[in-house]
């Protein structure tokens, strides 16, 4: 199995992987980010360590975290990507 990712370069390929087409960044729990980070690290809390990166500057994108998108109820996401599927986009599995 490949060395496992920092968790900076997993932030960024992350954000490159499963960001939709036209968009600069990612929704924390749409885009499966959350449930991925925490199955890639073993439970880590992905808020904390992005607040983390941010903080420490290492990271230049700002990931949705913690606060909802006011969305009428026909155009909420209907589906969610979730940890393997993510993972497989990110080509980490």
């Known amino acids: 199995m490949p060395e496992k990712l920092s968790y900076e370069e997993f932030v960024r ?55 909802g998108n006011a969305l009428s109820s026909e155009d909420a996401p209907r589906s969610q990507i979730r940890g393997d599927e993510a993972l497989e986009k990110m080509g980490l599995k």
């Open 13 to 67: 390929r992350a954000i490159e992987s499963l960001r939709a087409e036209g968009y600069k960044g990612i929704h924390s729990v749409y885009s499966g980010f959350n449930d991925t980070f925490r199955r890639y690290f073993n439970g880590a809390d992905p808020v904390n360590i992005t607040n983390q990166l941010a903080a420490e500057g290492k990271n230049s994108y700002k990931i949705c975290q913690r606060w």
